[in-house]
């Protein structure tokens, strides 16, 4: 029976955490059509961030959850003004300039911190289901994800900036003729996503060790998880996220680490070929 | 249109023979193998996508097989002929079910890209994962993350102690890396080539007027497949030793790399961007200084910024207007510059 | 056929070690050292300071007159954590460097990439990293330390502090696999029992549902030759869930790369490993060693097993040259089969004959707050794994790597 319950909560860690590393990347590439390939980049800088600054003493919740995501969406600002924003429309040549991004982020941070494994302990203890411990910090997760997804929803449904967004991306000549620049819409868009990857790396930091290529590990999962939900931001997200997710754990379980991760991408192999338009290109038509 | 040919069968011959005799003086004949070998891969994503308008993420799972599949046929059998002729149908049948899977399936874009990079995954952590001694094929270790190493390398055909390496496993490289771009020309000016161009630039109206494009997709995917298992093949030769990291996602991304850097829609493009970031790849490595990541990322941006066609559009480009002269081909050009509207568009 | 090559990448080797070597070392009479490492890409942890210290090996010799009369020269490269870079420098350090020894190889994917080369074409090779033991090759010579060497001392120790019952966690590549059958046939001989073991590819970071099924089965030890930044995450989860205080812990690679420096004590404290060195070995040649590196790098917290592995290997293969009197290839084998030692700042080296690999220290430690705390010294350890199967004096022409069967 414990076992059971340990099981679900691995279950929707799983599914919390593909939530986390592919929300910054569905944002960038939902609404913007940027492929940023640099997005498990910008996670690792999460984590240095993160770490840097509990080193000078500063709270890690407070790194995690403010200093991360602020200094990755700075970087991010940086890398839209630079690059990107010449690039738009052009989704191949953005998948090649963030790849070159990704490549460069990676000599950097090999410069600045080393190749040394870095990291920090996780803040909340482990607890025991009966009688099993699990890692206390795999709710910390859960809770983020979720409030993650509520936020996403009301920012972009319920605000007027979300209005803003929505609409110069579907029609930029029309938010223009209104007065919204779509320049700075889609800046402001990138900082957000670039933010989003921030605090996922920042928040998966003290699970792992960090190094400067750790970014790599990432990429794959939050790109299948983000075309593989489709058009819907948040219904996609959480729908390919729920699916990958369960599949993932169960044959984890079952089987192996390795099976579960053949397996969440024989699913994803099999979900675009039954649906290819996404999840949400057939179901949930027209929602977020 | 046949003397046509025949002016450009000439050209790639003697161009193809002239490097052949002059690269050598500068470069070592070992690093050139490779160097052709990858140009020969930077060709088969370059049919396919330029020519083809597929947009595989996976055409490192073809270059793997089909080092694979030389590698364990190598082992079983003792002998270089039949194993090198696996390596090129391996990947070639395997394309031709992923690829009626797909294309049948009616997917396109960024989802065929998916599907094909997930694959690739499929296959890298498969192999990566067979490290312990139960997984055998026939005599031929599988060996998991350290790969295959220590079987038979090329030998002229019958012959298995006569083994082709150093200098003349070079010439044997260059020489097919001439003849595979000579087939890729024939095929483009093919019927069947036009119409693969026209499918990249109108899938619709192709298939309206009457050509099953789904199965010319097919065919376009496995002749492209059938190239990078060869290069494949080639490479394990060249390494001696196979690994899982051929199918690595930045194998694939590599690829990539190679075609827009050297020009879509060419086919010297692809060719040249492969063996040129390769050759800086290798000449990075030798120095101390900086870090390498950081100098190839950072040319790669400055690339897309300043140079977004590639390299052998550009140029070409740069020799019409300064030259002021239109080089044979019209069509091609135009179409080509049409195709680059829908890239950017 | 490639003078224009050769001089320019004479040049380029020139300008990577300037920065270390006195200028002399240019001079047209020397010799060329091969150096073959991953010193950026994800193994770079690994590789740096072992490229670090072969720089500082060198330039010690250089500084004390050199060999032969002569100073050497690295021609070093990167081989940027990529297999197929390995097969490309192999070549080309043999065939157009033509250097007289060639150290380096980190994985043993990379050892195998190029032994072969390295074979072919006569040029003497040094591996020097600890591994899963059973190479038997005459061109090779390995100073790591091997299963036997390191496993045999652990296993007991570790199990009689806890219990009979051992669940293992190893990388899923040549080295996990043949050092988890190492550790079960261990296990079986002190009487225990092999409970489970589960093989992890090097990407793996996600261990959760691994800690509950370890709970499930309720071993007594778990034993985890996890290699990588990634596998660093499962000393973290392992503690984070608690089960540090239940269940205890042995690793045979926990530390390779310095990953204890990165757990905080309350993760690390306690997990149990042998090795040959350890920063806090408090001899008078390691810290002696531990001065010269700081002198030269500012800062001696890189030093690490496989960077002091590479030290002791330049330096073995120096003081053959040295007793040789020749750069031979046949002259330094010769001399290294005599038995030859050196004192390294891990202790005394030295070759066996029978199987090119070394006789070492081994210190069973626990890992202390971030350090390692040295219990009990094994002195003069021998490869018995690979002697067992190998024999280069009765078979000079073998050249198999043997694993261990059960």
Not at chain 2, 167 to 194: E, I, N
Request: net charge neutral.
């Amino acid at each position: 029976m414990d076992l059971y319950v340990v099981v679900l909560v691995e279950m929707l860690y799983g599914v919390a955490s593909l939530i986390l590393i592919s929300a910054g990347l569905a944002i960038v590439f939902g609404m913007i059509k940027v492929i940023n390939l640099a997005h498990g980049e910008f996670m690792m800088m999460g984590g240095y961030a993160t770490i840097t600054a509990v080193n000078l003493g500063v709270n890690v919740f407070v790194a995690m959850l403010l200093i991360a995501p602020v200094v990755v969406g700075l970087i991010g600002l940086v890398v839209e003004r630079l690059v990107i924003r010449h690039l738009y429309g052009r989704l191949i040549d953005t998948m090649l300039a963030t790849w070159g991004l990704s490549l460069f982020f990676i000599g950097l941070a090999t410069m600045v911190f080393g190749n040394t494994t870095t990291g920090i302990s996780t803040p909340i203890p482990g607890f025991a289901i009966g009688d099993y411990q699990v890692n206390g910090y795999n709710f910390f997760i859960i809770v983020v994800s979720a409030l993650l997804l509520v936020a996403m929803l009301a920012v972009l449904k319920g605000t007027r900036a979300g209005l803003v967004a929505r609409g110069t991306m579907q029609r930029p000549d029309m938010a223009a003729a209104l007065g919204y620049s779509p320049d700075r819409v889609y800046m402001a868009t990138f900082f957000c996503g670039s933010a989003l990857s921030g605090l996922a790396g920042a928040i998966l930091a003290p699970l792992v060790g960090l190094v400067p290529t750790s970014g790599g590990a990432y990429i794959a999962k939050a790109f299948i998880t983000v075309i593989a939900g489709g058009p819907s931001l948040v219904a996609g997200l959480f729908a390919s996220a729920g699916f990958f997710g369960a599949v993932n754990q169960i044959f984890t379980f079952a089987i192996s680490p390795v099976i579960g991760e053949v397996a969440l991408l024989v699913a994803a192999v099999v979900l675009l070929r039954i649906l290819p338009q996404g999840v949400t290109g057939t179901f949930f038509k027209g929602r977020l | 249109m046949p003397g046509d040919l025949k002016r450009e069968a000439i050209a790639i011959a003697v161009v193809t023979g002239a490097l052949i005799l002059v690269l050598p003086l500068i470069i070592g004949t070992y690093t050139l193998t490779v160097l052709a070998v990858y140009g020969m891969l930077g060709l088969s994503l370059g049919l396919i996508w330029g020519f083809g308008g597929i947009l595989c993420f996976g055409q490192a799972a073809f270059f793997g097989l089909g080092a694979y599949a030389y590698a364990i046929s190598a082992i079983n059998i003792g002998e270089s002929t039949i194993p090198m002729l696996l390596a090129v149908l391996v990947p070639a049948v395997f394309a031709v079910l992923l690829g009626a899977m797909m294309f049948y399936g009616r997917l396109n874009d960024v989802y065929l890209g998916v599907i094909t990079l997930v694959v690739t995954l499929i296959l890298f952590k498969v192999i990566n994962s067979t490290a312990g001694p139960q997984y055998m094929i026939g005599n031929a270790r599988l060996g998991g993350f350290n790969g295959i190493p220590g079987f038979q390398t090329l030998n002229v055909p019958g012959k298995p102690d006569a083994y082709i390496w150093g200098d003349s496993y070079f010439y044997v490289c260059a020489v097919l890396l001439g003849f595979v771009y000579l087939l890729v020309t024939v095929l483009l000016r093919s019927s069947f080539g036009r119409i693969a161009v026209g499918i990249r630039e109108n899938e619709v109206r192709m298939s309206l007027m009457g050509y099953d494009v789904r199965a010319r997709k097919t065919v376009m995917f496995a002749i492209g497949a059938a190239i990078a298992g060869l290069a494949g093949g080639l490479f394990a030769n060249w390494a001696e030793i196979v690994t899982p990291n051929l199918f690595s996602l930045s194998q694939s991304a590599e690829i990539i790399i190679w075609c827009i850097v050297g020009g879509l829609g060419t086919r010297l493009g692809p060719v040249l961007g492969a063996a040129g970031l390769a050759y800086l790849k290798f000449l990075l490595g030798q120095q101390a200084l900086v870090d390498n990541a950081l100098v190839t990322g950072l040319i790669l941006v400055l690339f897309v910024l300043l140079l977004p066609k590639g390299v052998v559009p550009a140029l070409s480009g740069l020799w019409r207007v300064s030259v002021g002269r239109r080089p044979p081909g019209r069509i091609r050009r135009r179409r080509r510059s049409r195709h680059r509207e829908r890239l950017h568009g | 056929m490639s003078l224009n090559r050769r001089t320019f990448l004479s040049s380029a080797a020139a300008v990577a070690s300037a920065s270390m070597l006195p200028r002399a070392a240019m001079a047209a009479d020397s010799i060329k050292l091969g150096s073959i490492l991953d010193t950026s890409g994800i193994f770079d942890a690994y590789g740096t300071p072992m490229d670090m210290a072969m720089r500082l090996a060198v330039n010690e010799i250089n500084t004390a007159g050199g060999l032969l009369g002569m100073q050497v020269e690295v021609v070093a490269y990167d081989t940027q954590s990529d297999m197929a870079l390995y097969s490309q420098y192999g070549q080309q350090l043999t065939r157009q460097d033509e250097v007289d020894v060639v150290h380096g190889g980190i994985l043993s994917a990379s050892r195998e990439a190029i032994r072969q080369t390295m074979r072919k074409t006569r040029t003497l090779y040094f591996y020097n990293v600890l591994y899963e033991g059973g190479v038997c090759d005459r061109n090779i010579f390995i100073n790591g330390v091997t299963p036997a060497q390191q496993v045999e001392a652990l296993v007991p120790y570790a199990m009689g502090k806890s219990g009979k019952s051992v669940y293992i966690l190893a990388a899923d590549y040549n080295y996990g696999q043949i050092t988890a059958r190492w550790i079960q046939k261990f296990v079986a001989d002190n009487g225990g029992e092999t409970v489970g073991v589960d093989f992890f590819p090097l990407d793996v970071s996600d261990f959760g549902s691994t800690i509950a099924k370890i709970q499930t089965v309720g071993p007594d030890l778990v034993i985890a030759p996890l290699v990588g930044g990634a596998h660093l995450s499962f000393f973290r989860q392992w503690a984070a869930a608690g089960m540090k205080d239940r269940i205890p812990l042995a690793s045979t690679t926990m530390g390779v790369g310095n990953e204890h420096k990165v757990l905080t004590p309350e993760e690390g404290n306690g997990i149990m490993v042998a090795y040959n060195y350890s920063q806090e070995l408090d001899t008078p040649a390691n810290n002696a060693f531990k001065e010269r590196w700081s002198a030269s790098y500012g800062d001696s917290s890189l030093i690490h097993e496989i960077a002091v592995s590479n030290y002791q290997g330049v330096m073995t293969w120096a003081e053959a040259v040295r007793q040789a009197g020749s750069l031979d290839r046949e002259a330094v084998i010769a001399a290294l089969e005599t038995g030859l030692s050196i004192g390294g700042p891990a202790g005394t080296v030295t070759v066996d004959p029978k199987t090119h690999h070394a006789v070492l220290d081994v210190h069973i430690m626990e890992i202390e707050d971030q350090g390692m705390r040295v219990i009990e010294t094994l002195p003069q350890r021998q490869p018995i794994d690979t002697q067992a199967v190998c024999d280069l004096q009765a078979n000079p022409d073998d050249n198999t790597q043997y694993e261990i069967q059960i």
